[in-house]
């Protein structure tokens, strides 16, 4: 009888798919990791869980993984706006690059069965001056029944229901149920199978590509490994490439390397000039490397606001006593500490909120969590120019910083540029997707300027978000308002539809 794997091999288990697939796993899909352990160890899970930990690159034992624990779904002309800005910026700005009329290359990784780059190949084909020449496309996955089936090219109709019947008829040939694609498209994708949790050099070659797409791949990837696989392609990214996310992904905390781009309704990255570890091998002399920013740690950057925040608005109120009086004997930060600036800004005194952060030694001038608080209290005390420039600043040193973004909308809105400031709030959510507040601004705003369907969506979503949001963050930007009040603000705003919450 085949036994049942322990609870510790299963936890191993996890620990080895992250390390060699990339993958993350919630405690709430442990039972699934069991079943694939019990079928994959066949009887001998010590025996396979040794393998997978000491083989070099144990690749068929991977590509079976992946082909039981990937989600692979994808169809053709997923997120049209991407694939519009592909068409009409990314590819005519990187064709341009290519004088000799060499193809703009593309790499899809993690392209599933097929549909991501194969729509790519049609969509050239589609626009206006560009052709099938004009680009040379690699796809790569993990799983090796999706790239059969990519290779087979016939798909269902649920794998088209992006596209109407013209451009059905233009693809692909009737072949029963399905539809095949026509030979022309399907010559022009090359597909390999390739790990995207590994350092290959061949897939990853310093400027290998002009574009690269990885859409709804790092999802689900942890951390470390997502921030990996884009320090990877940042380097296989010419200078000035562009990087395609899927809609509902950001490069927040893991890459300083890109910079945002919005357009055609969608966000998506271009790679700088020159990537961290150009500009270090560019600046090898200690005192151009101090002229330097200091960049600020990735991964736990998201938290860090919050946690400083947190800890000190928490202790807002149980440490009012005991907090020094305003212009009082403190004793000297010896770090980086907040709390008095914070206790002001929820007291709306912002002029001492400023005292306060430019009372701060001179080594936290520039620091994110002290430009984002001086840029709030600009803003709440009416210095705009000021506060952009403090926005500016610190999106110079981040710029995922959705803090900054959203302070910035701030700024717009109060000098009346509703469409500037609509885009500053888009950026802000996309790039927190629970930023109550910035979601609450985008659906007032939108209802202002006669977007009544979005912003219906918009405000219903930030009712959601507002019963959640981190107290800490509400007392930041939330203008002085409590929950309650912005709660009621939103089913106002939701009412004036017809539909109060
Ligand atoms: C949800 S699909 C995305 C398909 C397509 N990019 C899209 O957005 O429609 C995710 C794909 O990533 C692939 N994948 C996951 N981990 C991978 C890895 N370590 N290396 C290569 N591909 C991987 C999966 O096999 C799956 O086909």
Redesign the pocket.
Known sequence: MIREPTSGEVMLFRELIAKR???EFDDTKLGQLARVLALHGAGNCPRYLTMLETAPEPLEALHRL?ADL??????FY?NVEQIQAFTELAMPSCWQTHENGSPVRIL??????G??PYTLAIAVREAVGLGAHSVDIRA????PA?LEKAARARYSAWSLRELGPEMRARWFVRDGDMSALRESVRRSVVFEQ????LDDDELWGVGRYDIV?????LM??TPAQAQAAVARMAAALVPGGYLFL?HAETLRGLSHEFHLCHSHATFYYQRRQHTREERRSVAPNPLNARAMPQLPPLLDEPRRWGDVIARASERIHTLAAAVPPLGGDATAPTGLDLRQALKCLHEEQFEQTLTQINQLPPQYADDPDVLLLKAVSLSQSGALVLAQDACLRLLARDELSAGAHYVLALCEEESGSYAEALECYRSAAYLDPGFALARLHIGVLERRMGETAAARRDLAQALVLLQHEDPARLLLFGGGFPRSALIALCQAELAAFGEAA
């Open positions: 697939l990339g993958l992946a990937t989600v692979t779904e994808t169809y997923r899809c990784a993690g392209c599933a069965s549909e991501e790569v996955d993990a799983n999706m390739r790990n995207l949790a797409f990885c859409r709804n791949v689900y990837f899927g």
